[in-house]
Nanobody, 128 residues
Framework: QVELVESGGGSVDVGGSLRLSCIASGYSYCLGWFREESGEEREGIAT???????TYVESMKARFTISIDTSKKTVYLEMNHLQPNDTAIYYC?????????????????????????WGQGTLVTVSS
């Protein structure tokens, strides 16, 4: 079983930037970032294959960048020009190692039943 540990959340002013990290304890074909605002349904941001191939939710593409460092088993989410409506708990997700989740199956749409592992989340608060 792969465990995921997110970090990098915190408070930031409007227009600021943050970089979230997700350390995976093992290999996964597909990992991603999602977020959940208070009282809202979980929302996808981006996914990335171990090869580095990334897929974004279109509305997230302009300000968010997902990347992976396979040597560190770490997936990053760079967030820029943050706004108050970006305030949410940000979750890292991954497919179990035995699941070959590649191509169109590695997507940030909700739900994606192939992403069966989740971290505990990290809170991002954007203040005006």
């Amino acid at each position: 079983q792969v465990e995921l540990v997110e970090s990098g959340g915190g408070s930031v002013d409007v227009g600021g930037s943050l970089r979230l990290s997700c350390i995976a304890s093992g290999y996964s074909y597909c990992l991603g970032w999602f977020r959940e605002e208070s009282g809202e349904e979980r929302e996808g941001i981006a996914t990335i294959e171990w090869t580095g191939s990334a897929t974004y939710v279109e509305s997230m593409k302009a300000r968010f960048t997902i990347s992976i460092d396979t040597s560190k088993k770490t997936v990053y989410l760079e967030m820029n020009h943050l706004q108050p409506n970006d305030t949410a708990i940000y979750y890292c997700a991954a497919a179990s190692p035995h699941r070959v989740v590649t191509g169109s199956f590695c997507h940030p749409g909700v739900p994606n039943e192939y992403l069966d592992l989740w971290g505990q989340g990290t809170l991002v608060t954007v203040s005006s």
